[in-house]
Nanobody, 124 residues
Framework: QVQLVESGGGLVQAGGSLRVSCAVSGRTFSSYVMGWFRQAPGKEREFVAGLIQSGSSTYYTDSVKGRYTISRDNAKNTVYLQMNTLKPEDTAVYYC?????????????????WGQGTQVTVSS
């Protein structure tokens, strides 16, 4: 059973930075496409960022381009999301997800495994 455990969420002021991490159990982490999603209260879950197995190709939703960076360390079975210049509208529960395929998808349906989420709150 693959387990994803997010950490690193918290409360930060607008303009600040935060890094969330997602540790993945098992020995096949390097075979997964990884994604980060978020869901704000009363809103649909949305894709934030994704990267392929090697980490050489990354994808972002427009609202976070230039502010967020997704990366992975296959030796540590961990994917990261560095968030800079945070805004109050970035407040959400952030989820990581893993997909046993080659392509990053910007909606949640194709992902096979999900973490429990970590809360990120940005105060104004």
């Amino acid at each position: 059973q693959v387990q994803l455990v997010e950490s690193g969420g918290g409360l930060v002021q607008a303009g600040g930075s935060l890094r969330v991490s997602c540790a993945v159990s098992g020995r096949t982490f390097s075979s997964y496409v990884m994604g980060w999603f978020r869901q704000a209260p009363g809103k649909e879950r949305e894709f934030v960022a994704g990267l392929i197995q090697s980490g050489s190709s990354t994808y972002y939703t427009d609202s976070v381009k230039g502010r967020y960076t997704i990366s992975r360390d296959n030796a540590k079975n961990t994917v990261y999301l560095q968030m800079n210049t945070l805004k109050p509208e970035d407040t959400a529960v952030y989820y990581c997800a893993a997909r046993r395929a080659r392509a990053v998808m910007n909606w949640g349906g194709p992902y096979d495994y999900w973490g429990q989420g970590t809360q990120v709150t940005v105060s104004s």
